[in-house]
């Protein structure tokens, strides 16, 4: 009888162990989500910034709290990198369905000599209408892109010149933390995973 | 005479034949599915003294389902542009990769601006893996102070 309490006992701390175990397990997934892109951890606050906008104004990060934000760098005349990864953007807010009002594309250009405003309203409304074009004057974005680790650098070709930059998306969270960067040539649907991680916290 | 000279002549190779035949065929694993580098404390330092100082390789190869994330660290005091991230003091940067490709980052660390991430297929067959184990020796010895 006493052998059988012990047992019964020594089962119960088994079961305890276990089902703790599995429940830290759980929180620390819950803790650190696995994403598709690249993640910083610990996370930092993203840097903020007040920029012109296609909007019209100026448009701060800060306004996009409580929203997810995806955040990258690039130019209206950018022959590839930019139009892709747009269109990947655009992509995954339609796949997000209903989640997408929770999502901010905003995107800063690295060539403020030729995307005003209005250029990068004309520019980014092809592909989405709700992404939103920042611009500046070339010493406050060169803070900018500094405060990402954004390189971005002026090529003359003839008569005109193209700018080569980082092409990487930055995911912001809602409370503004700068939580992930996703590589150039991800595919929507890897977006859409990780803004849904990032929602759903 | 002539006949015991022959007879040490197979042992390498049977011992060749041995390890040819062990690298095809042994399963294939790592210790962790991430390739780790760091930038260690003092590193901001030394570079400011006119040290060059390269802690990443300008092409780092990984294997998809083996060691296919990409762990950049910095334990410096200063943040640190670290392939393709920007690094606070303490902050790691964890990439995984699920497509096998070559992947270019602009990165200034290096004399061509970029660093390029190949990620190769699970080594599946004989071949694969013979591939795979000879890929690591030589980039052992082309790159002593890269992890592998």
Redesign the interface.
């Known amino acids: 009888m006493a052998y059988d309490s012990f047992s019964g006992a020594r089962m119960r701390h088994w079961l305890l162990a276990i089902v703790a175990s599995f429940t830290g397990m759980l929180a620390m997934a819950a803790e650190r989500p696995a994403l598709k892109a690249g993640v910083f951890e610990p996370p930092a606050a993203a840097p903020g910034f007040s920029l012109p906008a296609s909007t019209g104004g100026q448009q701060a990060l800060a306004n996009y709290r409580e929203k997810v934000v995806l955040l990258g760098f690039g130019f209206t005349m950018c022959p590839e990198v930019c139009p892709t990864t747009l269109a990947v953007l655009a992509q995954a807010r339609k796949r997000l369905g209903t989640q997408a009002d929770q999502v901010q594309v905003l995107y800063v250009t690295v060539d403020p000599e030729r995307d005003s405003a209005e250029r990068m309203r004309a520019y980014l409304r092809g592909f989405d209408p709700t992404f939103v074009g920042l611009t500046g004057a070339p010493d406050e974005l060169a803070i900018v892109r500094a405060q990402y680790g954004v390189e971005a650098e002026r090529k003359n070709i003839g008569n005109s010149y193209s700018v080569a930059h980082s092409s990487s998306i930055y995911l912001i969270d809602r409370k503004g933390m700068l939580r992930a960067m996703m590589p150039y040539g991800r595919t929507p649907d890897d977006y859409v995973h990780d803004v849904r991680l990032l929602l759903n916290e | 005479m002539k006949r015991r000279a022959r007879a040490w002549l197979w042992i390498p190779v049977m011992t060749g034949v041995v390890g040819v035949g062990w690298a095809a065929f042994a399963p294939v694993r790592v210790d962790t599915r991430e390739k780790v580098f760091a930038i260690p404390e003092g590193t901001w330092a030394r570079r400011r003294t006119g040290e060059d100082v390269e802690i990443l390789p300008s092409q780092i190869r990984l294997t998809l389902g083996l060691q296919d994330v ?1 762990l950049l660290k910095n334990r410096d005091t200063v943040p640190q ?1 670290f392939g ?5 003091p303490g ?6 990769f ?1 497509v096998a ?1 070559e ?1 270019q ?2 990165c ?1 660390a290096h004399a061509s ?1 970029q660093m390029t991430v190949i990620v190769e297929p699970f080594p599946a067959s004989p071949l694969a893996r013979l591939g795979w184990r000879a890929t690591r020796v030589i980039d052992s010895l082309r790159y002593p102070d890269t992890p592998t």
């Open positions: 990409l542009t393709p991230a920007l690094l606070m902050q790691n940067f964890r990439l995984p699920e490709s992947y980052f602009a200034t601006g």
